[in-house]
């Protein structure tokens, strides 16, 4: 694959050299051979917007084809259980700090009674481990309480990344569970992804460029073939291409490709060395002895090689013919 380039330069080179009335001597050269398929339009990352806790969609700020930042919030769910669980810690912990009162008191009352010797000092070391252990229950139920927060907060749905919406297959009102994607974001720009069939996958190779069909504008493009993946499925290999400018409007666009999947050796002529006369086509040949003869050929299909039009020559013509550029 990375012979024909150099080729195709070669035949460009000598077609230029060569001017109506002179003569070009006619060698076998490498042609690639040309396999059409449909590439189709995606983005490089395709990433779930997943919800992170279970319960009710309240609120849904996108729909399908809207621009998003990544961390951009894009749902809100909510869980009445949650704020329920709130409510019950809020109780407990007035209750708690009640009875740390009651027992902060009852130590300030007890280091008194100690200083007059009217309880021991084991008594007051009881006193102070119920403050203690009364505050250790407070710090627990703070930090359950916290954590309680942090799931009402992963009720916000963020964006992955950024990019456009694919899809959003839930509503408001809809109940979902942890993990579930609310929003389908597609970021990191846009490639096309080939189904090559397998018969030719040996013969593709990273970096090969890659013809895709001609836009409105009626220009074509080259693009080159970033990626191959090993595994196949149904017959048909999967490569993905980097093109310049691709239209990402529409994701899953398919977009006509032509593929360079072999190459053959063939002859060669610029189109302006044939010509026609009574439904045969003929090109002009100069003999040893500088004669000028009419040969009848076949001529095949027409060969770009930088925007110069060359026909392949099936028959009527051998290696080594000196064929005449016509100036008609």
Same mark, same amino acid.
Request: net charge negative; charged share 25%.
């Given at each position: 694959?990375?012979?024909?380039?150099?080729?195709?330069?070669?035949?460009?080179?000598?077609?230029?050299?060569?001017?109506?009335?002179?003569?070009?001597?006619?060698?076998?050269?490498?042609?690639?051979?040309?396999?059409?398929?449909?590439?189709?339009?995606?983005?490089?990352?395709?990433?779930?917007?997943?919800?992170?806790?279970?319960?009710?969609?309240?609120?849904?700020?996108?729909?399908?084809?809207?621009?998003?930042?990544?961390?951009?919030?894009?749902?809100?769910?909510?869980?009445?259980?949650?704020?329920?669980?709130?409510?019950?810690?809020? @109780?407990?912990?007035?209750?708690?700090?009640?009875?740390?009162?009651?027992?902060?008191?009852?130590?300030?009352?007890?280091?008194?009674?100690?200083?007059?010797? =009217?309880?021991?000092?084991?008594?007051?070391?009881?006193?102070?481990?119920?403050?203690?252990?009364?505050?250790?229950?407070?710090?627990?139920?703070?930090?359950?309480?916290?954590?309680?927060?942090?799931?009402?907060?992963?009720?916000?749905?963020?964006?992955?990344?950024?990019?456009?919406?694919? *899809?959003?297959?839930?509503?408001?009102?809809? =109940?979902?569970?942890?993990?579930?994607?609310?929003?389908?974001?597609?970021?990191?720009?846009?490639?096309?992804?080939?189904?090559?069939?397998?018969?030719?996958?040996? *013969?593709?190779?990273?970096?090969?460029?890659?013809?895709?069909?001609?836009? &409105?504008?009626?220009?074509?493009?080259?693009?080159?073939?970033?990626?191959?993946? &090993?595994?196949?499925?149904?017959?048909?290999?999967?490569?993905?291409?980097?093109?310049?400018?691709? #239209?990402?409007?529409?994701?899953?666009?398919?977009?006509?490709?032509?593929?360079?999947?072999?190459?053959?050796?063939?002859?060669?002529?610029?189109?302006?060395?044939?010509?026609?006369?009574?439904?045969?086509?003929?090109?002009?040949?100069?003999?040893? @002895?500088?004669?000028?003869?009419?040969?009848?050929?076949? &001529?095949?299909?027409?060969?770009?090689?930088?925007?110069?039009?060359?026909?392949?020559?099936?028959?009527?013509?051998?290696?080594?013919?000196?064929?005449?550029? #016509?100036?008609?």
């Amino acid at each position: 694959m990375r012979v024909w380039t150099l080729l195709a330069a070669g035949m460009a080179a000598a077609l230029g050299q060569v001017a109506q009335g002179e003569t070009l001597a006619v060698a076998p050269q490498e042609i690639v051979e040309w396999k059409a398929v449909y590439g189709q339009v995606e983005t490089r990352d395709r990433v779930p917007a997943r919800a992170r806790i279970g319960g009710t969609v309240v609120t849904l700020q996108v729909s399908e084809g809207d621009t998003v930042e990544a961390g951009a919030r894009i749902a809100v769910v909510e869980d009445d259980k949650l704020a329920f669980r709130l409510d019950s810690i809020d @109780a407990r912990l007035e209750a708690l700090e009640a009875r740390l009162e009651t027992a902060r008191a009852d130590l300030d009352r007890g280091e008194q009674l100690l200083e007059r010797g =009217v309880i021991t000092s084991q008594r007051l070391d009881q006193l102070q481990t119920e403050v203690d252990v009364i505050e250790g229950e407070i710090r627990s139920l703070e930090s359950d309480r916290l954590v309680v927060e942090q799931q009402v907060a992963e009720g916000a749905v963020l964006s992955p990344d950024a990019g456009v919406v694919l *899809s959003v297959p839930l509503s408001r009102g809809s =109940v979902v569970t942890p993990g579930e994607a609310v929003a389908e974001i597609g970021g990191g720009g846009v490639f096309l992804r080939l189904a090559v069939p397998e018969r030719h996958a040996g *013969s593709l190779a990273e970096g090969d460029p890659i013809e895709i069909a001609a836009g &409105p504008n009626g220009a074509s493009r080259t693009g080159r073939l970033a990626k191959i993946y &090993p595994q196949i499925e149904g017959g048909r290999v999967q490569a993905d291409v980097e093109v310049e400018g691709l #239209d990402d409007r529409f994701i899953g666009r398919r977009v006509p490709v032509r593929l360079p999947v072999d190459s053959r050796m063939a002859l060669l002529v610029p189109e302006a060395a044939l010509g026609q006369r009574g439904g045969l086509d003929f090109v002009t040949v100069e003999t040893a @002895a500088g004669a000028q003869l009419r040969r009848t050929v076949v &001529p095949g299909e027409t060969v770009m090689q930088d925007g110069a039009a060359w026909r392949e020559i099936l028959t009527g013509l051998a290696a080594g013919d000196r064929v005449v550029i #016509d100036d008609e």
